[in-house]
């Protein structure tokens, strides 16, 4: 097991990903290999693309706004503040903001989430 450590919000930025959304990685990191956090907000009106992930489970925990969710061949699926969704690795994804407000969750990757491990669908 490794050293204890903190990961502070303050010294990450946001940054816009091609995926359509913007992130900031609240933890993402060799030294806690086993999981990744980032912060995902989409603007009103925005989509994000299809996707997957190669070998990575991934969680979204809405906190802000609502959305629609699109996850392999289950039906589209509004979701608000609180809802979880599960994805796990090589299942099709996406989301929509349908409100007025950025619609923010947490996207929680296990193993962390690397880069290479992302495919665009479209």
Not at 59 to 80: F, H, K, M
Not at 86 to 96: E, G, S, T
Not at 100 to 122: H, K, M
Request: with cysteine.
């Amino acid at each position: 097991m490794g050293n204890p450590f903190i990961s502070f919000i303050k010294e990450k930025k946001e940054f816009w990903f091609q995926e359509g959304c913007f992130i900031t990685e609240n933890l993402n990191t060799e030294k806690a290999p086993e999981l990744s956090v980032a912060r995902v907000r989409v603007p009103p009106g925005g989509t994000t693309a299809w996707h997957w992930l190669h070998g990575i489970t991934e969680r979204y925990v809405i906190l802000d706004g609502s959305g629609i969710v699109e996850v392999g061949d289950l039906p589209a699926s509004t979701v608000n503040p609180g809802d979880v969704i599960v994805i796990p690795p090589r299942v099709r994804q996406r989301i929509r903001n349908m409100g007025s407000e950025d619609l923010i969750f947490l996207a929680i990757c296990t193993p962390r989430f690397r880069p290479e491990s992302y495919e665009a669908l479209e």
